[in-house]
């Protein structure tokens, strides 16, 4: 995970809520038979989980670039 000043319980909770968000917007959009529900919220936790991670590591490496570029000792 990437590095943020934030508790692993914190993002847990991001991830968490980012993921109910994606599963409702899915269901929303399509027609997702109550018996895949559970598939469908694991496959959301794992994306919301992938992307977030993704995000702030690119976020992480932007940052860090940006301070060693202005002379900051990362």
Do not use: H, Q
């Not at 508790?7 to 959009?29: F, G, N, P």
């Not at 702030?56 to 000792?73: H, P, V």
């Amino acid at each position: 995970m990437a590095y943020v000043p934030m508790s692993v319980d914190e993002l847990e909770l991001i991830v968490s809520d980012c993921a109910r968000d994606l599963l409702e917007k899915w269901a929303i959009e399509s027609e997702i038979e109550v018996d895949r529900l559970p598939e469908y919220a694991a496959i959301a936790a794992d994306t919301a989980a992938f992307i977030i991670d993704a995000y702030m590591g690119y976020f992480n490496s932007l940052m860090l670039s940006k301070a060693a570029a202005e002379g900051f000792d990362v």
